[in-house]
């Protein structure tokens, strides 16, 4: 399975982005896709996550109720729509896919990572 995130920039405080993330190759085993984000000299953290079907979604609470991820099967696409950004937002945005059934917001849970796509917030 392969990866490619796109979407990322530069953008003031409240404004949105809306990020991408195309799959291809067997994306048939993939169950879950995660969207995680890394800032400089920090760890990879959660942001969201999305089931196969869409059923079922689960934010990190800094983004809930600002974050919105999304799936179009049809495309193989995943979003992440993000709204009343903040400069403590800036971070390189990584998409996952997991193949197994579950919630994973742990990246040692994902099978699958993209190349990451740069989002910065300025104040």
């Known amino acids: 399975v392969q990866l490619q995130a796109s979407g990322g920039g530069l953008v003031q405080a409240g404004g949105s982005l809306r990020l991408s993330c195309e799959s291809s190759?067997?994306?048939?085993?993939?169950?879950?896709m995660g969207w995680f984000r890394q800032a400089p000299e920090k760890e990879r953290e959660f942001v969201a996550f999305?089931?196969?079907?869409?059923?079922?979604?689960y934010y990190a609470d800094s983004v809930k109720g600002r974050f919105t991820i999304s799936r179009d099967n049809a495309k193989n696409t995943v979003y992440l729509q993000m709204i009343s950004l903040k400069p403590e937002d800036t971070a390189v945005y990584y998409c996952?896919?997991?193949?197994?059934?579950?919630?994973?917001?742990?990246?040692?849970?994902?099978?699958?990572w993209g190349q990451g796509t740069l989002v910065t917030v300025s104040s």
């Open positions: 999305i089931s196969r079907n869409g059923g079922t979604t």
């Open positions: 190759g067997r994306t048939s085993s993939i169950y879950g």
């Open positions: 996952a896919a997991d193949s197994r059934q579950r919630i994973g917001i742990r990246p040692r849970e994902y099978d699958f």
